[in-house]
């Protein structure tokens, strides 16, 4: 009873943290995605394509940059020319809501543009904790096989999206894409899936053409609480 009390306790402390994020992203109009996987899915590298793109169209970026050691994924991501904060959890497995909270004190999210949230490789913990984040995105790689959502099915039941990265070696693999596909919807319904490669581009536009169609939403809607939440916070 007392390992559950001080569970609920940590969890409270988060979702009030996110929640302050949230309110602050909603003032300045940032759209947010939590990115999340597995390690040696392809994250970084579908990150780095996908801000190379976003780029080119003019588009407002930074990314905070979750790893356990070394600044190499964020060193990546700042050869884009995109501001990217390093956040290292030491032996944590994942990002939470307070550590969001202090990189943007470093690199303030970007008013109008998209904020990347690169959490922490793993299918497990970063599921449990709200960053404040508007939409959480899993990337498996198709390499990882067909039964990856049935084994971490909390994992692809809170995302919005899933990736399925490295399509480019599906003729090297004995994968059955589309069985993959229907495992993750038969834990997720209502989850957009996009088969996607960072190597070749294929599938990448779909993806973009959802990541700008979220962000116009955003920054089309009014920043609902705002007056509130500065009251609260002040």
Known sequence: MRRIAVEQDIMAKNGRAADLNRERFARERTFVVNLMSSPGSGKTTL??????????RGDRLAVIEGDQQTTLDADRIRATGVPAVQVNTGKGCH????????????????????????????LVCPAGFDLGEAKKVVIASVTEGEDKPLKYPHMFSVADVLLLSKIDLLPHLRVDLPLMMENARQINP??????????TGAGMSAWYDWLRTELADVVGASPRGAVAAEAQVG
């Open 95 to 122: 990002l939470d809501a307070e550590m969001i909270m202090r990189a943007l004190a470093k690199q303030p999210a970007p008013a109008g543009g998209t904020l990347f949230i690169e959490n922490v490789g793993n």
């Open 47 to 56: 990150l780095v394509r996908t801000l190379q793109e976003l780029k080119t």
């Open 190 to 199: 209502r989850l957009k899936i996009f088969p996607v490669s960072a190597y």
